[in-house]
């Protein structure tokens, strides 16, 4: 399968399973919300850059499991529609390198499609609540009405495309099996 129709047929596994893929990936991310408020609640008042490279660890971190997790429950939605919770971990890390191993170019297409249109759910919102200086550079204790808006446009931004990438990922490990006639991708 090409990268494009990994990333059209991606998009259409989405529309079709969009309740439950969506309410899955909302859960997934608020449970993730936890630890990234309290990251970012460490540098509050101290945004000296190695607080801020250990938050961003953190950060990347937590969103990487997060990510391996979502891709893990949503290996069975093409072949059965299902969302699979248990295990989910596991499977996700496996899927993932198998995704990677299989075509780099269809995982580097999901990661920059989906961080795209992250960045256009996330940095107006950002931008317009704390200001450019405070996105680019140190967070610098903002206020708690522009802190929360920020951290609500971040909770949308991921619940919408953490589902694209992990669905990609599912795709592509799967057109392995598929181009070798072991199941449908």
């Known amino acids: 399968m090409t990268v494009a129709g990994i990333v059209r047929r991606s998009l259409a596994l989405l529309r079709r399973h969009a309740g439950r893929v969506y309410a ?3 859960a997934v991310t608020l449970v ?3 630890p990234d408020v309290l990251r970012q609640l460490l540098v509050y008042r101290d945004p000296s850059l190695a607080h801020a490279v ?3 660890v953190v950060g990347f971190t937590t969103g990487l499991i997060a990510q391996l997790w979502l891709t893990g429950a949503l290996t069975e939605l093409p072949g059965t529609g299902r969302v699979r919770p248990g295990g989910a ?4 890390t496996a899927t993932a390198l198998r995704a990677v191993r299989t075509s780099p170019a269809a995982v580097l297409a999901g990661v920059v499609l989906g961080g795209a249109v992250s960045a256009l759910l996330t940095v107006p919102a950002s931008v317009a609540a704390l200001g450019l200086e405070r996105v680019v550079g140190p967070l610098d204790a903002p206020s708690a009405g522009a802190f929360t808006v ?3 446009s971040d ?8 589902p694209f990438l992990a669905v990609v990922l599912v795709l592509t490990a799967g057109s392995t099996r598929h181009l070798a006639g072991k199941g449908s991708a």
């Open 150 to 152: 920020a951290t609500v």
């Open 32 to 34: 993730n919300t936890v």
């Open 54 to 56: 250990g938050v961003d």
């Open 155 to 162: 909770v949308v931004a991921s619940a919408v495309t953490l």
């Open 24 to 26: 899955v990936s909302l």
């Open 89 to 92: 971990l596991g499977r996700g």
